[in-house]
């Protein structure tokens, strides 16, 4: 009997062991409190230029793959929400594939506050502590992902460190003074990192969860050259060259995707896993999210977008970009 006792206190030391180191290698997160502001206005989409028949094929083919929601923005106005399970536009999603461009519209805050010069200086000019050849690197390779490191993380960390030191506050705090309050957005997460100095620090490369309504909010940034409802938040033309390739041929601007064939040349896109999508097409301030399961294999990138744009007033058929024209590419 008392065997027993011992194996059944052995077991139970096991599990409770396995479970605490379960708890412990999941990541710590940081929850920033906000009280939203008032939601974006909506009209229909009729009232913002866009035929039904577009939105119904969008829906037709996303609600086949697996898409819990899609979202439709024009000029500032919410214009379609179509959901499926039990998401609403109050859902939080993590969506850590659209994580880094936070970092980049930063930075253009950063220049707005006169914090950050340029973006054509070294990396050593901000963060003395960074020597040799990564000190070398500019902002704008850390941005355009053209410096040495082996991965884009190094990149968007490095920009956060930058980040913290011009303006003398942690990165959680950058998000939600110069990004999150100002746009009128709610409480968010952001995933928790021990550094190499022994500090704790958030993630700025991934896993920030936040409302679907504030994704589309950071959506009408990127598709309106860094104003939100008349606010600038980045000095004119920022915001543009994030959307631009960074060099001839080129797939990406500042964290965003540029590449890919679509109904009008201006669509830029941000990816996370599950072919989840935030479309932005600034010639006609329109923004397209799509929020979901991996849809499979017959996944087509230019459907949702191609049938919305198109139904879209204002729309022109694609016309094909200049590759020979510099002024096509961002300054690099």
């Not at 390739?245 to 965003?256: A, E, K, L, N």
Request: charged letters at 20%.
């Amino acid at each position: 009997m008392k065997a027993l006792s011992y194996v059944f206190l052995a077991v139970c030391v096991g599990v409770l062991a396995f479970g605490i180191h379960r708890v412990t290698q999941e990541p710590a997160r940081v929850v920033v409190e906000l009280v939203p502001g008032p939601p974006q206005p909506k009209v229909s989409p009729g009232e913002a230029g866009i035929d039904a028949a577009g939105l119904a094929a969008a829906v037709e083919y996303a609600g086949a793959r697996r898409t819990h929601a899609l979202l439709v923005a024009r000029g500032g106005h919410l214009v379609f929400e179509k959901y499926w399970d039990d998401m609403t536009l109050d859902s939080e999603v993590a969506l850590s594939g659209f994580t880094p461009v936070l970092a980049a519209l930063a930075v253009g805050t950063a220049i707005n506050d006169k914090q950050i010069p340029s973006i054509d200086l070294p990396i050593s000019f901000y963060l003395p502590e960074v020597g040799g050849d990564r000190g070398a690197v500019t902002l704008r390779q850390l941005l355009s992902r053209q410096s040495p490191a082996p991965d884009a993380t190094a990149d968007v960390e490095q920009l956060a460190r930058v980040l913290e030191k011009v303006s003398q506050q942690g990165y959680d705090v950058v998000i939600r003074e110069k990004l999150w309050k100002p746009l009128g957005a709610g409480s968010f997460s952001l995933a928790q990192q021990r550094l190499a100095d022994g500090r704790d620090a958030v993630r700025a490369d991934c896993c920030l969860g936040a409302r679907l309504g504030d994704w589309m909010r950071v959506g009408e940034l990127l598709a309106n050259d860094g104003v939100f409802e008349a606010n600038q938040f980045a000095p004119p033309r920022y915001v543009t060259t994030m959307l631009t390739p960074t060099h001839r041929d080129s797939p990406v601007g500042f964290f965003t995707h540029v590449d890919g064939t679509f109904a009008t040349r201006d669509v830029a896109r941000l990816e996370s896993a599950g072919k989840q999508r935030l479309w932005v097409v600034p010639s006609l301030k329109l923004v397209i999210l799509r929020v979901g399961g991996d849809p499979g294999d017959d996944w087509d990138e230019a459907m949702i977008p191609d049938s919305i744009i198109r139904a879209t007033s204002g729309w022109q058929p694609s016309t094909t970009i200049d590759r020979s024209d510099p002024k096509n590419y961002a300054p690099h």
